[in-house]
C-alpha cells in the first residue's frame, strides 16, 4: 500500500510520528506539502497566500500517479487532494481547522471525501457525515513514569514545592495563560510551600517526558481542543491533570484517578489543590494504551484498507454501504 501524505507542516512531531508508525506498518509513503511559510494569526489558524495553495495543486496532480490513496493531514490540503481526480482521498481533521475561520471548507471537504479522520466525539458531532475518532497517539516508550527527584534534578527544578506544568507559549490566546495563572495563584493560599506555575515552549519533544515527571500537576486552561497531546503524555507519564472541559480530555481522562475536568474557575482550583495536597502520581497510564502510537497506526492501516476495498467495490459496480 502506497499512500501520498498532503501537509501544511511536514515537520509536526505527531505528523512524522504517524508517518513513522505507518511505516513500521509496512506503507510505504510520500509527502507533499504546502509552498511558502507558515504565519501564526491570532486565533491560531496557520495560513499562507492563495498563490501558495494554487502552486500546492500542480505538485499534488504531478505526484499522485504512483499511490493508492491520497491523505490530506489538514483541512486546507483536503481541496488539493479532492481535485485530484483518480484516487481515492482520506481526509484527517486536526482541530484548528474545524474549529477556526477555515471550519466551513474543512465541513464541506468532509462531506466529498471518501474517509474522515477526526482527533475526537467532539469534532465527530460538528461534522454530518461518518467519521472515524483516531488521535494522534503517543510514544509510551518515550512517555514513562520515571523517579520525580531525578526528574527534577535534570530540568533544575527544586526538589521541594509543587510545580505545575503549563505547557504552551502564554502568548496562544486560545491556551489562555490568564485563567491558569488565576487559578494556581488562588490556590496557592491553600496548598502547604512554594507553589510554581511553569510554563513550557520550545523545548525539545525528547525532554518533555522529564517535565512531565517534575511536575506534580497538569494543567490545561484551554478555550477549544481537539485531542491535546500534552493530556495523553500527561497520563503516560502519571501524572495528574487538571483541565477545562475541551475536546476529548473527559473520555481520556475517565476512571483514571487525580485528573479532574472542570468547567469554572472554583472547579479548576479545588481540583488543583487536590491533585497537589499532598501530591501524588495518578493511574493513567493504562488509560494511555488506547492512544499509543501502535493502536493509532493500526486503525489508520485499517482504514486505508477498508477505503480501497469500498473504491474497488464501486468500480465494480458493487453496491457499497455508506
Given at each position: 500500500?502506497?499512500?501520498?501524505?498532503?501537509?501544511?507542516?511536514?515537520?509536526?512531531?505527531?505528523?512524522?510520528?504517524?508517518?513513522?508508525?505507518?511505516?513500521?506498518?509496512?506503507?510505504?509513503?510520500?509527502?507533499?506539502?504546502?509552498?511558502?511559510?507558515?504565519?501564526?494569526?491570532?486565533?491560531?489558524?496557520?495560513?499562507?497566500?492563495?498563490?501558495?495553495?494554487?502552486?500546492?495543486?500542480?505538485?499534488?496532480?504531478?505526484?499522485?500517479?504512483?499511490?493508492?490513496?491520497?491523505?490530506?493531514?489538514?483541512?486546507?490540503?483536503?481541496?488539493?487532494?479532492?481535485?485530484?481526480?483518480?484516487?481515492?482521498?482520506?481526509?484527517?481533521?486536526?482541530?484548528?481547522?474545524?474549529?477556526?475561520?477555515?471550519?466551513?471548507?474543512?465541513?464541506?471537504?468532509?462531506?466529498?471525501?471518501?474517509?474522515?479522520?477526526?482527533?475526537?466525539?467532539?469534532?465527530?458531532?460538528?461534522?454530518?457525515?461518518?467519521?472515524?475518532?483516531?488521535?494522534?497517539?503517543?510514544?509510551?516508550?518515550?512517555?514513562?513514569?520515571?523517579?520525580?527527584?531525578?526528574?527534577?534534578?535534570?530540568?533544575?527544578?527544586?526538589?521541594?514545592?509543587?510545580?505545575?506544568?503549563?505547557?504552551?507559549?502564554?502568548?496562544?490566546?486560545?491556551?489562555?495563560?490568564?485563567?491558569?495563572?488565576?487559578?494556581?495563584?488562588?490556590?496557592?493560599?491553600?496548598?502547604?510551600?512554594?507553589?510554581?506555575?511553569?510554563?513550557?515552549?520550545?523545548?525539545?519533544?525528547?525532554?518533555?517526558?522529564?517535565?512531565?515527571?517534575?511536575?506534580?500537576?497538569?494543567?490545561?486552561?484551554?478555550?477549544?481542543?481537539?485531542?491535546?497531546?500534552?493530556v495523553k503524555e500527561a497520563l503516560a507519564c502519571n501524572l495528574p491533570i487538571v483541565s477545562t472541559d475541551v475536546g476529548d480530555v473527559r473520555e481520556r481522562?475517565?476512571?483514571?484517578?487525580?485528573?479532574?475536568?472542570?468547567?469554572?474557575?472554583?472547579?479548576?482550583?479545588?481540583?488543583?489543590?487536590?491533585?497537589?495536597?499532598?501530591?501524588?502520581?495518578?493511574?493513567?497510564?493504562?488509560?494511555?494504551?488506547?492512544?499509543?502510537?501502535?493502536?493509532?497506526?493500526?486503525?489508520?492501516?485499517?482504514?486505508?484498507?477498508?477505503v480501497l476495498t469500498n473504491r474497488r467495490g464501486d468500480r465494480q459496480g458493487n453496491t457499497v454501504p455508506g
Open positions: 500500500m502506497r499512500v501520498l501524505n498532503l501537509v501544511t507542516s511536514p515537520e509536526s512531531r505527531f505528523f512524522k510520528q504517524q508517518v513513522e508508525t505507518l511505516s513500521r506498518r509496512g506503507i510505504d509513503s510520500e509527502t507533499v506539502a504546502v509552498p511558502g511559510s507558515r504565519c501564526q494569526t491570532d486565533d491560531e489558524t496557520t495560513t499562507r497566500s492563495v498563490g501558495d495553495y494554487l502552486r500546492f495543486y500542480p505538485k499534488v496532480l504531478s505526484s499522485v500517479g504512483p499511490f493508492d490513496i491520497v491523505h490530506a493531514n489538514y483541512g486546507l490540503t483536503a481541496p488539493a487532494a479532492l481535485a485530484q481526480p483518480t484516487r481515492p482521498v482520506v481526509v484527517s481533521l486536526w482541530g484548528s481547522d474545524l474549529m477556526g475561520r477555515y471550519g466551513s471548507l474543512s465541513r464541506w471537504c468532509a462531506r466529498q471525501a471518501d474517509a474522515v479522520i477526526v482527533m475526537s466525539d467532539e469534532m465527530a458531532s460538528m461534522l454530518d457525515v461518518d467519521c472515524h475518532v483516531i488521535p494522534h497517539g503517543v510514544d509510551l516508550e518515550r512517555f514513562k513514569p520515571e523517579p520525580q527527584a531525578a526528574a527534577r534534578d535534570r530540568v533544575g527544578w527544586a526538589q521541594d514545592g509543587t510545580h505545575v506544568l503549563f505547557p504552551y507559549p502564554v502568548e496562544r490566546r486560545v491556551k489562555n495563560y490568564p485563567r491558569a495563572k488565576r487559578v494556581v495563584d488562588a490556590a496557592k493560599a491553600r496548598i502547604d510551600g512554594d507553589v510554581e506555575l511553569h510554563t513550557l515552549y520550545g523545548v525539545p519533544h525528547r525532554r518533555m517526558p522529564d517535565y512531565m515527571n517534575a511536575a506534580d500537576a497538569l494543567l490545561l486552561t484551554s478555550r477549544r481542543e481537539g485531542s491535546p497531546n500534552s481522562v475517565d476512571g483514571v484517578d487525580r485528573s479532574f475536568v472542570c468547567r469554572s474557575d472554583e472547579e479548576l482550583i479545588e481540583a488543583l489543590v487536590e491533585v497537589c495536597r499532598p501530591p501524588g502520581p495518578s493511574t493513567g497510564r493504562r488509560k494511555a494504551q488506547e492512544v499509543s502510537l501502535e493502536t493509532m497506526g493500526e486503525r489508520i492501516e485499517g482504514l486505508y484498507a477498508s
